[in-house]
T-cell receptor, first 115, second 111 residues
Framework: AQTVTQSQPEMSVQEAETVTLSCTYD???????LFWYKQPPSRQMILVIR??????QNATENRFSVNFQKAAKSFSLKISDSQLGDTAMYFC????????????FGKGTSLLVTP | NAGVTQTPKFQVLKTGQSMTLQCAQD?????MSWYRQDPGMGLRLIHY???????DQGEVPNGYNVSRSTTEDFPLRLLSAAPSQTSVYFC??????????FGQGTRLTVV
């Protein structure tokens, strides 16, 4: 079974600071994709960043970057220069090629950015 | 380009009623899926489809039916609603790896 674990139910960070959200996963596959999704209070699911397992270089999207450790099956998200608009639920997800490329999600981390 | 469109956005049902949540995508994606989101549980896969005429069960399929007669549409049917099906439902579509595109969700309350 493929599982995704987010061990931090809630986190808080001050505006302009840096925060790291943790995610671990378990899979027997060698080639796969990992994602971080953001869900603001509007409940829209927004893709933040993705990582392809065969790429050693960590993905970066503006203030968002990942630390992908394939051997450790770890996929953390770093948010730099946090902004109030970053307040949201963040979900780590693993693409499941055995289920029509649907996603396995972690339970989420609620991030609060304070002034 | 509308992306993934879900209707309705909100719905209240009485126990035992049936209804269909609609999902349509205009990106010619092969893969479509339905999830439910409950507090503290993340999103869990209900059913998925890998193309027209092909569907399969996900993690929590009981009480739900799906069909995929066209590439664009993937409706989710609740045959006899139960309070345990109170949740937020998301439809998503993708073409394999790039990452799924989500609809805006349907908040369903069963009383």
């Amino acid at each position: 079974a493929q599982t995704v674990t987010q061990s931090q139910p809630e986190m808080s960070v001050q505006e302009a600071e840096t925060v790291t959200l943790s995610c671990t996963y378990d899979t027997s596959e060698n080639n796969y994709y990992l994602f971080w999704y953001k869900q603001p209070p509007s409940r829209q699911m927004i893709l933040v960043i993705r990582q392809e397992a065969y790429k050693q270089q960590n993905a970066t999207e503006n203030r968002f970057s990942v630390n992908f450790q394939k051997a450790a099956k770890s996929f953390s998200l770093k948010i730099s220069d946090s902004q109030l608009g970053d307040t949201a639920m963040y979900f780590c997800a693993f693409i499941n090629s055995n289920s029509g490329y649907a996603l396995n999600f972690g339970k989420g981390t609620s991030l609060l950015v304070t002034p | 380009n509308a992306g993934v469109t879900q209707t309705p956005k909100f719905q209240v049902l009485k126990t035992g009623q049936s209804m269909t949540l609609q999902c349509a995508q205009d990106m010619n994606h092969e893969y479509m899926s339905w999830y439910r989101q409950d507090p503290g549980m993340g999103l869990r896969l209900i059913h998925y489809s890998v193309g027209a005429g092909i569907t399969d069960q996900g993690e929590v399929p009981n009480g739900y039916n799906v069909s995929r007669s066209t590439t664009e549409d993937f409706p989710l049917r609740l045959l006899s609603a139960a309070p345990s099906q109170t949740s937020v439902y998301f439809c998503a579509s993708s073409n394999r790896a790039p990452g799924a595109f989500f609809g805006q969700g349907t908040r369903l309350t069963v009383v």
